[in-house]
């Protein structure tokens, strides 16, 4: 027999299927929403079922939206012919945060990884390819992890792009800023010296 | 508890609680040892590219129980896969020596001929030839674990198949002749045991600088996975992976 009447439990198996929560934690959120009053527990789960309901894929870009084509696309102020390749929608607010970038994005959802069985036919790039091919694009940055997978995925899509004559750029890979020379890793290094540039 | 130190291959990590990584190295000293690297998920401070799969690595790690993770120190990049250019191509030749070094080495057993065979491959996976290192990986590892039958002589009869034609099947232990061959075999071409042959007598090198297409050592590939997947009783992964590569 449960420890917990029958929506208890349920509640606490559903809450321990998120990431990082484990049975004490999902119990202790389960009694905090028993608790809570009748009004915050119907907008939470309003919320889950609206997230669920109205977000979706953007058309153009495929981001994260709840309306298409997302706020990047549909942005007057924004330049339109500048795509900034990036691998989860997630990625979008570490370049938002610098402030500078004023180009549009393509989410790729993922990158090329052969150990899960995953290559360039897996990847969500036919939107970004017709993009290019009819000519509404000057410039795809890829910005894809400094990682294996993330090279492979750059390496793959700046063959498929530069086929249709696109300029197509890499970000730089190398040191933190306030780190020391001293400490860093060889690769990181050789990195940094290849994408050195003229001052 | 004593520190580890030996030279290693980084097979493959996986995210493990909120910010660390569970690493799968091979170690030159005690083979297949899997260790959690403490905060590697979350900051890159401490090992940097260190934990990408296939870097070749000096590390450091304490153990504690012989059945226990051990504890990853440091890191030191000795080669990276990231030093040159990763094509798709080659980030799945890589992915392959991977998952075949973690599916077929057992854990806490150091083998040196596997690992400077598994070294001298990943020095020649570089460029955008694979498929000469991969043949080369894939017979070397078949005959290193045990697993090879003899190329030379038919299974059921006894009769050596030199100058003739050679078959195997999924189901057989070894090659057969013609007369013996099961319904739906495979051909293993002459062409192709002498290619193993000239493979076992000589280093990597002696095969570099010759283009190679992707068909030249195709059977014998498909009968070492065939072989190496029924050890493993399971599908490779990154076998299905190359097997769509054309080209
Ligand atoms: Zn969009
Ligand atoms: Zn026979």
Redesign the pocket.
């Given at each position: 027999m449960s420890k917990f009447a029958e929506p208890m439990t349920r509640l606490i198996d559903e809450l321990k299927k998120l990431p990082g929560i484990g049975s004490k934690t999902a119990q202790r959120l389960a009694f905090h929403i028993l608790r809570s009053d009748d009004d915050d527990a119907e907008a939470l789960a309003a919320a889950v079922r609206d997230v669920k309901a109205s977000l979706r894929l953007c058309s153009v870009c495929n981001n994260i939206t709840d309306v298409d084509p997302c706020v990047y696309c549909s942005s007057a102020t924004r330049n339109q012919r500048l795509v900034c390749v990036v691998e989860e929608p997630t990625n979008i607010a570490s370049i938002e945060k610098t402030k500078h970038f004023n180009g549009v994005y393509h989410v790729l959802h993922g990158s090329i990884s052969p150990l899960h069985g995953i290559g360039p036919e897996q990847l969500r790039i036919g939107n970004l390819i017709k993009r290019v091919e009819h000519g509404q694009v000057d410039e795809v940055i890829l910005a894809t992890n400094p990682t294996v997978e993330g090279e492979a995925t750059a390496t793959y899509l700046s063959g498929q792009l530069r086929r249709n004559g696109m300029k197509v750029t890499r970000i730089a890979m190398g040191i933190p800023v306030g780190s020391d020379i001293e400490y860093t890793d060889e690769i990181t290094m050789l990195k940094a010296m290849e994408g050195r540039r003229e001052l | 508890m004593a520190l580890h130190e030996s030279e290693a291959i980084v097979l493959r990590t996986y995210p493990l609680r909120e910010a660390d990584l569970l690493v799968t190295l091979f170690t030159r000293v005690e083979g297949k040892v899997r260790g959690v690297a403490r905060s590697a998920k979350k900051s890159k401070k401490r090992f940097g590219g260190a934990l990408e799969p296939l870097t070749v690595v000096r590390a450091f790690y304490d153990v504690r129980e012989r059945n226990e993770l051990a504890r990853l120190d440091a890191c030191e990049v000795l080669d990276s896969p990231l030093s040159s250019e990763v094509s798709y191509l080659r980030a799945v030749a890589l992915a392959h020596v991977g998952e075949v070094l973690d599916e077929l080495l057992p854990d806490r057993e150091a083998n040196d001929a596997v690992f400077r065979l598994a070294l001298a491959v990943l020095g020649h996976l570089r460029g955008r030839e694979i498929w000469m290192p991969i043949t080369y990986f894939q017979l070397w590892m078949t005959r290193l674990m045990g697993y090879l039958p003899d190329l030379s002589e038919?299974i059921?009869?006894g009769?050596s198949l030199n100058g003739g034609r050679a078959f195997y099947h999924v189901l057989a232990d070894g090659l057969?002749?013609v007369?013996?061959k099961r319904l739906a075999s495979s051909e293993l071409s002459s062409d192709s045991r002498m290619l193993a042959t000239q493979m076992f007598r000589a280093p990597i090198d002696t095969f570099t600088g010759v283009t190679w297409p992707k068909e030249l050592g195709a059977d014998l590939r498909k009968l070492l996975m065939q072989i190496l997947q029924r050890h493993i009783e399971k599908k490779l992964t990154t076998a299905a992976m190359l097997e769509k590569i054309d080209g």
């Open positions: - | 038919c059921v009869c009769r057969m002749c007369d013996d």
